[in-house]
């Protein structure tokens, strides 16, 4: 696909899938008009960038489809002087995305390749602003930071606390919880010390985190 193709495919997406799905802040929307996902996707795919599906990588890990991206970002909605962090770096293009939108940015994957990876990527497309890490963070990631923006791009089988307490008050973090067929997606507020409103917004379906535990159920 050339160039001039890739570019209208990018419009396309925005306004036959992202739009429709009820995406319609115009921060967001001019990133993904911006923003070449094609530079992100693994080459045998580059002519899918822009499809509704969800891209394969390794480790038996995915790309998630770009209208989810867009849900997830508009759920969020990172300001400029906002601290985002992203659990499931991939191939560093949500992050690329929230490094257009929040001030500053810090992404978490458990695979060391990916975070190369997504270095690659970064410094082919001009995106800084990004601290790329290493770690297990499916129970959560503490590091002593608290974050106005928490985005879980795997879901998990069962809802845990383990994000709730990286938040300022004020910040969200968008979780997918479940198990197939059917999965919800939710937006948790933290609005004090111990407190935190939760907003379910729709239903999915994508790959759980890697690591992210489900509670033993005993038979008799």
């Known amino acids: 696909m050339t160039d001039v193709n890739l570019e209208r495919a990018r419009y396309n997406m925005v ?3 992202v739009r429709p799905w009820e995406v319609l802040n115009d921060r967001i929307l001019s990133v993904l008009e911006a923003l070449p ?4 996707v693994p080459a045998a795919h580059r002519n899918l960038a822009y499809a509704d599906l969800q891209l394969p990588l390794p480790h038996g890990e995915v790309m998630l489809e770009p209208r989810l991206e867009a849900r997830m970002l508009q759920a969020l909605d990172p300001q400029p002087d906002e601290r985002a962090l992203e659990i499931g770096t991939g191939t560093g293009y949500f992050a690329a995305c929230l490094a257009q939108l929040a001030g ?3 992404s978490i994957d458990i695979h060391e390749d990916f975070r190369e990876l997504a270095g690659e990527h970064f410094a082919a497309a001009g995106v800084g602003g990004v601290n790329l890490e290493v770690g297990d963070a ?3 990631w503490d590091d002593g930071r608290r974050y106005d923006v928490i985005a879980v791009t795997g879901s998990l089988p069962e809802l845990h606390q383990g994000f709730h307490r990286s938040l300022t008050i004020g910040g969200r973090v968008f979780l997918i919880v479940g198990q197939p067929p059917i999965m919800e997606a939710l937006l948790i507020t933290r609005v004090g010390e111990d407190q935190w409103a939760s907003e379910s917004l729709f239903d999915t379906s994508v790959p759980p985190l ?3 535990r489900v509670t033993p159920r005993f038979r008799l």
Do not use: H, I
Request: net charge negative; aromatic share 6%.
């Open 104 to 106: 500053e940015v810090t």
């Open 37 to 40: 996902r094609e530079d992100f």
């Open 210 to 212: 890697r690591g992210a």
């Open 15 to 17: 306004e036959q899938q």
């Open 138 to 140: 499916a129970a959560g």
